[in-house]
């Protein structure tokens, strides 16, 4: 989802991702995809990303993938508008 940070006469958009944790306790981290470029490599405990400084109504296309050493597994993909 979207959110705003308000600073008095200026304002930032930032959308939030959120994950359950994989079901894996061998899962390294999580790589987080902004319409198919790496924008993070979170480690294993990390279940929550904020992509700061976003466009109001300019839809997203956001991916994450777990991954162990490197295999990685398929994306769980959502559209943020």
């Known amino acids: 989802n979207q959110k705003k940070n308000d ?32 924008i993070a490599t979170l480690n294993a405990t990390a279940l929550k990303y904020e992509d700061h400084n976003r466009t109001k109504g300019v839809s997203t ?13 398929s994306p769980i993909n959502v559209q943020v508008q």
Request: cysteine-free; charged content about 20%.
């Open 7 to 38: 600073f008095a006469y200026e304002f930032e958009l930032f959308n939030v991702l959120q994950w359950r944790p994989s079901s894996s306790v061998e899962v390294s981290g999580y790589n987080v995809y902004r319409d198919g470029t790496k």
């Open 61 to 73: 296309l956001y991916s994450v993938t777990a991954f162990i050493g490197s295999s990685e597994s």
